[in-house]
């Protein structure tokens, strides 16, 4: 395992981090709004003997410096192809939670030939429409009062039926409490209005997307968003919530891992 500081081109950095070993398929992680690259800890672990894991904390959150100001998906996208070309990656699976996933899109829609698969888990590439005044309210409470309450609220939101003294829910109670005021603020202008839809257009790489079941509108909106795409297929966790990787790791992990096995390339590639 080592870790990385991703130099970008306007001054930031990202921190990542590779397990695996050389040669393997790359497997690309992108967290959601709130979290960093430990949410996928279950998922490196019991891949990263067969696979080149790469995950990586998105700008604003974890390790990762933040941005001055609003950001959009535009701009997460390019701090992917950033990374993955600072890391010689091609042909990788690229598996993207909730904001992870418009990320993944922004970033396929200018380099489709880095990419040889695309994972979903609770992300769409469109918002659903009304979300400016949620999100608005999110950012003000979180520059008024901090990250300790809106994290309190997203666990319990995130992981229905989880009892709040569960080991997993003070987890990720920490994770979102430990979030950059200014990086969630950012992350929150992104979040309330996007469209990566026309990105589909030229998903023609194998794809899954995953979805908690419990996890509201989202397994219906996955299904209706990229379900017309050639080569689609969608498997939905049961009692899960908005981060299924996190709250049910072992059978998360079999739904990717029965993708990977059969959709990752034999070989890597590295960018030239």
């Known amino acids: 395992m080592t870790d990385h500081t991703i130099p970008l081109p ?33 998922q490196a672990a019991a891949l990263s003997g067969d696979y080149r894991v790469l995950r990586y904390d998105q700008r604003g959150h974890g390790r990762s410096s933040v941005f001055e100001g609003a950001m959009d998906f535009d701009g997460y996208g390019a701090d992917l192809l950033a990374l993955l070309l600072a890391c010689g990656v091609r042909d990788c699976v690229f598996v993207g939670l909730s904001m992870g996933a418009p990320t993944g899109l922004a970033a396929f829609a200018a380099r489709p030939d880095l990419f040889a698969g695309f994972v979903v888990a609770d992300g769409v590439s469109k918002s659903a429409p009304g979300r400016e005044a949620f999100w608005t309210e999110r950012r003000d409470t979180a520059r008024a009062e901090g990250m300790d309450r809106i994290a309190r609220e997203t666990a319990a939101r995130w992981m229905p039926g989880v009892a ?4 997993r829910v003070t987890a990720l109670v920490e994770m979102i ?51 017309s795409l050639p080569r689609a297929s969608f498997a939905e966790i049961p009692g899960a919530g908005h981060v299924p990787n996190f709250q049910t790791p072992d059978a998360f992990t079999t739904a990717l891992r029965t993708f990977l096995d059969v959709h990752a390339p034999a070989k890597t590639k590295e960018t030239r």
């Open 10 to 42: 306007d001054g930031g950095t990202l921190h990542a981090r590779i397990e695996g070993p050389d040669g393997a398929p790359w497997v690309v992680f992108s967290n959601s709004v709130m979290t960093d690259l430990t949410v996928w800890d279950a």
């Open 177 to 227: 409490a430990a979030t950059p005021v200014e990086g969630f603020a950012a992350a929150t202008h992104a979040l309330q209005s996007y469209d990566h839809s026309a990105a589909l257009a030229g998903l023609t790489v194998p794809f899954l997307g995953i979805a908690g079941e419990k996890d509201g509108a989202m397994p219906e909106a996955i299904r209706k968003q990229f379900g």
């Open 164 to 167: 709040a003294e569960d080991p």
